[in-house]
């Protein structure tokens, strides 16, 4: 079995058959035409090796992180009342898809804590490290414990967590995790922040990003994968106020690592409101159509709420091996969720497409008759 | 200073103007149409994350070594009489361009031998691993010293070799290379040589490609980057018969390590004969062109011969500090060599361009009445 989700190749591609696929969890708004219409700078540019400092790339992020600032603020401004600080090149670093950043600073450390059930790449990279884990458990409703992360991150250099979280969508609240960064930021340990699907969770201010100007604990990481719909184009980075964490992961990196379609993309997509804006009506419909709809399927037991474009259900009168088969046998493929630490064969994640697909999805749930 | 060629950004784009760039070593055809003319397939499948086993782009890799060993076959058959061997999806190694495919194969080693004058990476790898390294200096025609990498490589596990050698040009003789590769193959030692420039050697069958099937501790990397004009997209890949070599690299690497737009690039551009054959023809004008031009400068005291598709110069009477800034007063950025072990600010390379870009450039070098 493959680890991830979005192995369409095994079951589909690879054999000729065009499968849905609800295991994966791309913005089904797809790659913005503001990219498509450019894509003839990147192949000019293709011809020249990347600026090495990648100094161009770097600025086009910093303007959408000032951006993001604004456009997704937060609802309590009264969180901020810090002085403003704009990142400069030497608070970005850049990377071949999140996963080389994430990899490389959990290599800076030698005992981390580890969020359970969480995105597996995490586990992954600091068994191969061979860093110390503290592993720290979702509570009953899924949601973070800050008591229990609090303890754990005492006994660790660094915390990896994603907001929202993979594979059930809950969000750091930060209320509750001010104690957490404030210790951290006195204790010089370090807080890595996965906010891959942060741009679905909309304009409810949910992001840290703007948090990283006062705590210098925090290093965000980001990516053009899952909102802008390039999964294919790898290309991911991390923010943080502290220069010296950004230089030793550089240290780490290979010469050229990010490629030249990657410029064009940032360039012209990032600050696409149209786009963006297209994208956020879709998540807040199509988020409630398939919450309400799946809480009606009665094989699952329980459906968690979720910030992201994704839902995590507990089934109950079947397994996700056989939801699997006969999802794929109806030309759908869903993400079992058994390979995640923490859960089992009783769990399943689906993610949230356009309505033409959520709907053939939830009748096809509806007619298994399980 | 940067470290290497091709920073036609610091001194050029950033400040808004065009250089004529004699410091990196592309071929000048530039990026293949038949690339350009499909890059709508790369569009549409970057909507999807990778195969993560990249078994189509693999088997892309697969058919163009079977092309190689074809086209650019050796004169000398007799080399060759041992079995045809296929190789297979599990023979080869694919990395975020040939930068990442040299890094982890060096990792993967305690102690390596080195050439010097080579590309730097290669000891910025066996630095940043941690390896003892054993360094083999070409001789004064800037060959191979092929007694010395035997004594060498005895003290080492991997050797690591370019054919043809970056700053020079120099190939592997592959009669005097033989009995490296017995021993090595008897003493389970590995020899990593870097083909990024092959193609451009032409049909004389200096790939040692084929070798690979009756040499298990041959590893050969090899890139889109150079001969196909395709720096920007990063893709290189390590071609090997020992599969637990290839299963070692594989475990260090990040998933989807390869964009998409590397599989559509091979697909159409590996064996696109005219573009191929366009190439050849050019670069076997050019280079001589260019030896014979050089050696007429009288400010050069040495034209160094070369396989490749650039030149290396010995100076006398300026330097290559001198010469840089020369050079860039005319719009012309040339790669100085001080920072290659073993060179000195004597040094220079300059690439090979089309004819009317070599031709400025001898013109330009003309006038400096050095």
Redesign the interface.
């Known amino acids: 079995m ?1 680890e ?1 989700g ?4 095994t079951e589909g ?2 054999k000729g058959k065009k499968l849905i ?1 609800f295991s ?1 969890n ?1 913005n089904p708004l ?2 913005p035409e503001s990219f ?1 219409n450019h ?1 003839g700078e ?2 000019e ?9 990648y ?2 790339l770097k600025n086009y992020i910093i303007e959408y992180i000032e951006f993001s600032k604004n456009y997704f603020r937060s609802s309590r401004e009264s969180d901020l009342n810090f002085e403003e600080q704009k990142m400069s090149e030497e608070n970005i670093v850049l990377g ?2 999140a ?2 950043v994430i ?1 490389l600073a959990v290599s800076c450390f030698k005992r981390v804590s580890l969020i359970v059930p969480s995105f597996i ?1 995490y586990e992954k990279s600091a068994l ?1 490290w061979k860093c110390d884990i503290n592993y720290s458990l979702l509570d009953e409703n899924m949601s973070y414990n800050y008591d229990d992360i609090f303890l754990k991150i005492k006994e660790s250099d660094a915390l990896i967590i994603a907001n929202p979280n993979n594979p059930n969508g809950t969000i750091i609240d930060k209320d509750k995790f001010k104690e957490i960064m404030d210790y951290c930021e006195k204790s010089n340990k370090k807080i890595i922040i996965d906010e891959a699907f942060i741009e679905f969770t909309g304009k409810r201010g949910c992001s840290l990003l703007k948090e990283t100007e006062k705590y210098k604990c925090l290093f965000i990481i980001k990516a053009l994968t899952k909102f802008y ?6 290309f991911g980075y991390g923010v943080t106020s502290d220069k010296d964490l950004i230089k030793k992961i550089e240290e ?1 990196q ?8 990657a410029e064009v993309a940032a360039k012209y997509s990032l600050k696409d409101e149209e786009y963006i804006n297209n994208s956020l009506n879709w998540i807040e419909t199509e988020r409630e159509f398939m919450l309400s709809e799946l809480k009606k399927i009665d094989f699952i037991e329980k459906v968690y709420d979720t910030y992201g474009n994704f839902v995590l259900c507990k089934l109950k009168k079947t397994n996700c091996d056989e939801l699997y088969k006969l999802c794929l046998k109806q030309g759908i493929v869903i993400r079992k969720c058994d390979n995640f630490k923490g859960l089992d064969k009783n769990y399943t994640r689906f993610a949230i497409k356009n309505r033409r697909h959520n709907e053939i999805f939830i009748e096809t749930l509806k007619d298994l008759n399980l």
């Open positions: 493959l991830h979005g192995d369409i190749y591609l690879l696929d994966s791309i797809g790659v498509k894509i990147a192949l540019n293709m011809e020249m090796y990347p600026d090495i400092k100094r161009t071949n898809g996963a080389e990899d790449e191969k719909a390039m999964p294919g184009i790898r780490k290979n010469p050229w690592n990010v490629n030249c379609f």
